[in-house]
Nanobody, 118 residues
Framework: QVQLVESGGGLVQPGGSLRLSCAASGSIFSINAMGWYRQAPGKQRELVAAVTSGGSTNYADSVKGRFTISRDNTKNTVYLQMNSLKPEDTAVYYC????????????WGQGTQVTVSS
């Protein structure tokens, strides 16, 4: 069984920073991609950032230049460094691992609340 545990959310003022962590445990193999989605009430889920097994990264336009995704393969952990936070970044952030050979499966963290407010 694969489990993802998130941490690092909280309340920050505009312009502040947070670092989210997501550690996976269990049968971790054939990692295709890791990353982060976010969702606020009444809004659609948004892919924030992702990194592939080959190291390629992808960011939403709204976070480019402010957020950085990274990974530690030895720990099966993905991070999201968030700088210059804005109120519109407020959301629940969910990490994911896409695993599998031939058959791909998404696994999700429990979510961590990020609130940016003055």
């Amino acid at each position: 069984q694969v489990q993802l545990v998130e941490s690092g959310g909280g309340l920050v003022q505009p312009g502040g920073s947070l670092r989210l962590s997501c550690a996976a445990s269990g049968s971790i193999f054939s990692i295709n991609a890791m990353g982060w989605y976010r969702q606020a009430p009444g809004k659609q889920r948004e892919l924030v950032a992702a990194v592939t097994s080959g190291g390629s990264t992808n960011y939403a336009d709204s976070v480019k230049g402010r957020f950085t995704i990274s990974r530690d393969n030895t720990k099966n952990t993905v991070y999201l460094q968030m700088n210059s936070l804005k109120p519109e970044d407020t959301a629940v952030y969910y990490c994911f691992f896409n695993l599998g050979y031939a058959i791909e499966t998404d696994y999700w963290g429990q979510g961590t609340q990020v609130t940016v407010s003055s």
